[in-house]
T-cell receptor, first 113, second 112 residues
Framework: QQPVQSPQAVILREGEDAVINCSSSKALYSVHWYRQKHGEAPVFLMILLKGGEQKGHEKISASFNEKKQQSSLYLTASQLSYSGTYFCGTALNNAGNNRKLIWGLGTSLAVNP | EAQVTQNPRYLITVTGKKLTVTCSQNMNHEYMSWYRQDPGLGLRQIYYSMNVEVTDKGDVPEGYKVSRKEKRNFPLILESPSPNQTSLYFC???????????FGSGTRLTVV
């Protein structure tokens, strides 16, 4: 039930691009993306809803493929400030507590000068 | 400033001594939730609340209690802490189903 994030870790040079994937074995209602820096709280980046929506936040964007039950986070022209651990949180396509998120284990991203 | 405030930030306690971690949000959010974060296990939901006086168990509720008497406050209570509850705890709140969560700054709890 827990979504699988890939890769587990990635190291970039400043200015390079990266893609982080979040795959679920269950049908998804929505996908959240967060970034957490060491010793800090997770910070909300964006939410995607079923329907193949794509969103952007500065040079960070994401897509949601409902059929594939997968979301991807795209980081373009990475900056040093992008370093941290990226988590996806998935809400399953069911009734009741549809704000309950099931979290991936995170992707550690390091951007070096 | 819109925020979720957790206290304390750090806490070391002994096994069996009751403690409360407070959480307060000033955004009029209906939904609040408690998580624990452990290496290799990620974020796991302990309890959540859809509104005042409405609470329910998350994935790992054993050994924890919560209450939601007011919309802004959602304290986490450990009646008899044990060493396996040593963890980093986060409170989070959300305005609605189309909105992301705002997290508190975290409470690092050590039970010896």
């Amino acid at each position: 039930q827990q979504p699988v994030q890939s890769p587990q870790a990635v190291i970039l040079r400043e200015g390079e691009d990266a893609v982080i994937n979040c795959s679920s074995s269950k049908a998804l209602y929505s996908v959240h993306w967060y970034r957490q820096k060491h010793g800090e709280a997770p910070v909300f980046l964006m939410i995607l809803l079923k329907g193949g929506e794509q969103k952007g936040h500065e040079k960070i964007s994401a897509s949601f493929n409902e059929k594939k039950q997968q979301s991807s986070l795209y980081l373009t022209a990475s900056q040093l400030s992008y370093s941290g651990t990226y988590f996806c949180g998935t809400a399953l396509n069911n009734a009741g507590n549809n704000r309950k998120l099931i979290w991936g284990l995170g992707t550690s991203l390091a951007v070096n000068p | 400033e819109a925020q979720v405030t957790q206290n304390p930030r750090y806490l070391i306690t002994v096994t069996g001594k009751k403690l409360t971690v407070t959480c307060s949000q000033n955004m009029n959010h209906e939904y609040m939730s408690w998580y624990r974060q452990d290496p290799g296990l990620g974020l796991r939901q302990i309890y959540y609340s859809m509104n005042v006086e409405v609470t329910d168990k998350g994935d790992v509720p054993e050994g924890y209690k919560v209450s939601r008497k007011e919309k802004r406050n959602f304290p986490l209570i450990l009646e008899s802490p044990s060493p396996n509850q040593t963890s980093l705890y986060f409170c989070a709140s959300s305005y609605g189903r189309w909105h992301g969560y705002t997290f508190g700054s975290g409470t690092r709890l050590t039970v010896v």
